[in-house]
């Protein structure tokens, strides 16, 4: 006989905690509860699922093994009872976006103060993690849509382009290129250039603006988000292109933002689900999204344009 759902939470509990007492306490019930819950798994499966050292509780191979489709199927109840509350009010509910940090960061939060002052009863989770990860996301069902930057490989999904955006060069105030307004790759070379790895989109984006002008992109400093390009761009000890979607939030007083020649456009894109409809709350969001992507865009002097 299969555990239920209750069981599969003492796993769950038990294995984030490595203590029955704790993972009591974190489901609210008894630790015989917990204990009787691991044997009646141990029994079903057929093996057994924690062993004991050093005086925790340790899963064993089966055991994480089993771990990430205990998770999708608690994750899938807990949706299902979510969606089952917000039907019951079609203006309540919880839209959950998965979204690369530079769209999280300075998109998202226009558009949720948006939809807040007129939906109140709308709430939202947002994760923020990278492009192949906010796809699996998507496809596997765990949020309703995603926002990334292209290109991306969009397996099990369909995409919608958002917003176009060039890429800038950012110094530090006191940078000696920050007197000038553009700067190409032949202008950086004699500087520590901070960037992107070739596999990530932004990293192959810059690559090839570097090898069109036939220059070598070295990396002194390799980054994986524009926040941290950024963090390092201020403190003068490089120079970083990035995406230019921080410009849609506060603009970073410590740095000077240049125009990067050749003009290399990168597209913030919504993910959605291939098959199944979108929920109302979530739709009502991404109406929302669309409105604020316009609107800034409008604010930033050309260097953004709407996609529709």
Known sequence: M???LNRLRAIQAVIHTGSVTDAASSLGVSQPAVSMALRDCASAFGFPLFERKQGRLQPTSEAMALMPEIERIIDGVQ???ELAAGLRDINVGLVRIASTPSLADNLIPHAVAQIRSSARAI????YTMINSEVVEQVSTGRVDFGLVLAPIDPVDTREVDLLNSELVCVVARNHPLARLRAVAPKDLAAFPLISFNRNLPLGALISRAFQSKGVRRHIDFEVSQSSSARALARTG???AIIDSFYLLGDRDRGLKHLKFTPTTVQTAKIILPRHGRVSRPARLLLGAIRQSAARLSK???GTFKPRH
Do not use: I, K, S, T
């Not at 709430?123 to 947002?126: G, H, M, N, Q």
């Open 2 to 4: 299969l555990p239920n």
């Open 123 to 126: 709430d939202v989770a947002l």
């Open 79 to 81: 949706r299902v009872e």
């Open 237 to 239: 000890v490089g120079v």
């Open 299 to 301: 604010e930033q002097l």
